[in-house]
């Protein structure tokens, strides 16, 4: 059964902390994984990962995969109080069918 | 450019009742597909739609139901409305064809409420 996991379900931090969120998969037809940000309803798109070791990075947002043991970790340096979401992880099993977490929710308190 | 647009917004229903559920994609993308995301987990799969018709489905039981337009725009019915059935619905748009990034665009979704 394809699933993905996420760790910590939950993070509580101050602001200019850094935190990493965790997500692992098990999944058949791996084609991509995406994390995203979902702050109220819709998620926004943060990354889309499809080769292991190669770091994407976006402001004080970073992400990596590793292929060999199916799993990404999403970095946040120097947390904002703006930064507080749910935070989920996504892969693509087939063509444009995703399966996600649970998600990660931060609260970066000020 | 609008992006991915839900309607309604909210709505109640009761145990039993059939509700519709619309989606108009994002301008030039040609596949929808459709996502319910219960309270503290994370979106789950139910179908595809492109050219008029269901090309994947997920774990979801033939009481979820849909529908894809010509003009690429989609609607989801749930017949049997059953209390688990509350969520929010999600709709995603995307452009067929390579190469593409796989990114998924989301609508504001339908946040169903069954009594």
């Known amino acids: 059964e394809d699933k993905v996991v996420q760790s910590p379900l939950s993070l509580v931090v101050h602001e200019g902390d850094t935190v990493t969120l965790n997500c692992s998969y098990e999944?058949?037809?791996?084609?991509?994984l995406l994390w995203y940000k979902q702050e109220k309803k819709a998620p926004t798109f943060l990354f889309m990962l499809?080769?292991?070791?190669i770091e994407k990075k976006s402001g004080r947002l970073s992400s990596i995969l590793d292929k060999k043991e199916l799993f990404s970790i999403l970095n946040i340096t120097a947390t904002q109080t703006g930064d507080s979401a749910v935070y989920l992880c996504?892969?693509?099993?087939?063509?444009?069918?995703?399966?996600f977490g649970s998600g990660t929710k931060l609260n970066v308190k000020p | 450019d609008a992006g991915v647009t839900q309607s309604p917004t909210h709505l109640i229903k009761t145990r039993g009742q059939q509700v519709t559920l619309r989606c108009s994609p994002k301008?030039?993308?040609?596949?929808v597909s459709w996502y319910q995301q219960a309270l503290g987990q994370g979106p789950q799969f139910i179908f595809q739609y492109y050219e008029e018709e269901e090309r994947q489905r997920g774990n979801f039981p033939d009481r979820f139901s849909g529908h894809q337009f010509p003009n690429y725009s989609s609607e989801l019915n749930v017949n049997a409305l059953l209390l688990g059935d509350s969520a929010l619905y999600l709709c995603?748009?995307?452009?067929?064809?390579?190469?593409?990034?796989?990114?998924?665009?989301f609508g504001e979704g339908s946040r169903l409420t069954v009594l």
């Open positions: 996504a892969v693509e099993a087939g063509f444009n069918k995703f399966y």
């Open positions: 999944v058949t037809n791996f084609r991509s």
């Open positions: 301008s030039g993308h040609d596949t």
């Open positions: 499809t080769s292991s070791g």
């Open positions: 995603a748009s995307s452009p067929e064809g390579q190469p593409n990034t796989g990114e998924l665009f």
